[in-house]
Every structure is written in C-alpha cells, then in structure tokens.
C-alpha cells in the first residue's frame, strides 16, 4: 500500500459538522499539522470530502 501525507492548511471553524468530524478523524487537530497514512479507498474517500482544507501528498 502506498502512503501519502495529508496537512491541514485551512482551518475547519465555520465548515458543517460532517467535515469537521471528517478532519478529525484523519487526525489532524489543528492548523499545519500533518499526517502520513496509507492510501487506502476510505481514507482517499475522506480525503476527496475535505479537499478543500487539505494539501496533499506522495510519499
């Protein structure tokens, strides 16, 4: 399984819940904090959902 790293760049205040529990779930708590994870179809599910806050990339 390949890894990817996943950094939170934008904050999740004034986004729905569902995204907000989405973020933390992938376990990013605040703002530039990052995480290595495996490319596996749910995390890259809950990755497409967040996008828009998240940088991603290869590892």
Not at 7 to 26: C, F, G, H, N, Y
């Amino acid at each position: 399984m390949k890894k990817i790293k996943i950094t939170l760049v934008k904050s999740p205040i004034d986004r729905p819940e569902r995204q907000k529990l989405t973020v933390r779930a992938l376990g990013l708590n605040k703002t530039n904090s990052t995480k290595e994870v495996e490319a596996t179809p749910q995390i890259l599910g809950m990755i497409r959902k967040v996008t828009h806050l998240l940088k991603v990339e290869e590892v």
